[in-house]
Protein backbone atom coordinates (compact mmCIF):
# COMPACT_ATOMS: atom_id res chain seq x y z
CA UNK A 1 0.00 0.00 0.00
CA UNK A 2 2.83 2.14 1.09
CA UNK A 3 3.97 1.91 -2.57
CA UNK A 4 0.42 2.77 -4.33
CA UNK A 5 1.22 6.35 -2.30
CA UNK A 6 4.33 7.02 -3.27
CA UNK A 7 3.66 6.37 -6.45
CA UNK A 8 0.89 8.71 -6.61
CA UNK A 9 2.78 11.60 -4.91
CA UNK A 10 6.08 10.79 -6.94
CA UNK A 11 3.47 11.26 -10.06
CA UNK A 12 2.03 14.70 -8.75
CA UNK A 13 5.90 16.24 -8.07
CA UNK A 14 6.88 15.04 -11.65
CA UNK A 15 4.08 16.88 -13.28
CA UNK A 16 4.19 19.77 -11.06
CA UNK A 17 7.91 20.19 -11.24
CA UNK A 18 7.70 19.51 -15.43
CA UNK A 19 4.84 21.80 -15.54
CA UNK A 20 6.58 24.31 -14.26
CA UNK A 21 10.24 23.64 -15.61
CA UNK A 22 8.62 22.48 -19.32
CA UNK A 23 6.34 25.48 -19.65
CA UNK A 24 9.42 27.60 -19.70
CA UNK A 25 10.55 25.76 -23.34
CA UNK A 26 13.75 24.09 -21.65
CA UNK A 27 14.49 20.38 -21.04
CA UNK A 28 16.36 20.84 -17.54
CA UNK A 29 19.09 18.66 -19.03
CA UNK A 30 19.29 15.49 -16.76
CA UNK A 31 15.32 15.76 -15.74
CA UNK A 32 14.56 15.44 -19.58
CA UNK A 33 11.37 17.04 -19.24
CA UNK A 34 9.24 16.11 -22.77
CA UNK A 35 5.49 16.89 -24.14
CA UNK A 36 3.60 13.70 -23.33
CA UNK A 37 0.73 13.74 -26.06
CA UNK A 38 -2.07 11.53 -24.61
CA UNK A 39 -5.35 11.88 -26.73
CA UNK A 40 -6.01 15.33 -27.43
CA UNK A 41 -4.41 16.48 -23.94
CA UNK A 42 -1.09 17.51 -23.66
CA UNK A 43 1.67 18.21 -20.53
CA UNK A 44 4.59 17.35 -19.89
CA UNK A 45 6.41 14.51 -17.82
CA UNK A 46 9.76 13.68 -16.66
CA UNK A 47 10.46 10.29 -16.05
CA UNK A 48 13.71 10.68 -13.53
CA UNK A 49 11.52 12.99 -11.64
CA UNK A 50 8.85 10.67 -11.13
CA UNK A 51 11.48 7.81 -10.41
CA UNK A 52 13.48 9.57 -7.72
CA UNK A 53 10.40 11.26 -6.54
CA UNK A 54 8.80 7.79 -5.90
CA UNK A 55 11.34 6.99 -4.15
CA UNK A 56 11.74 9.52 -2.06
CA UNK A 57 8.07 9.56 -0.78
CA UNK A 58 8.29 5.73 -0.52
CA UNK A 59 11.53 6.18 1.96
CA UNK A 60 9.52 9.04 3.82
CA UNK A 61 6.38 6.67 4.30
CA UNK A 62 8.48 3.28 5.66
CA UNK A 63 9.94 6.04 8.25
CA UNK A 64 6.92 7.10 9.88
CA UNK A 65 5.81 3.65 10.16
Known amino acids: ?3 IKALTLGAILSATLAMVIGSQGVS ?3 LAIHMVHLAQAKFFWSWPIFLSGSGLAW ?3 LLQR
Open 1 to 3: MDM
Open 28 to 30: AGP
Open 59 to 61: GIL
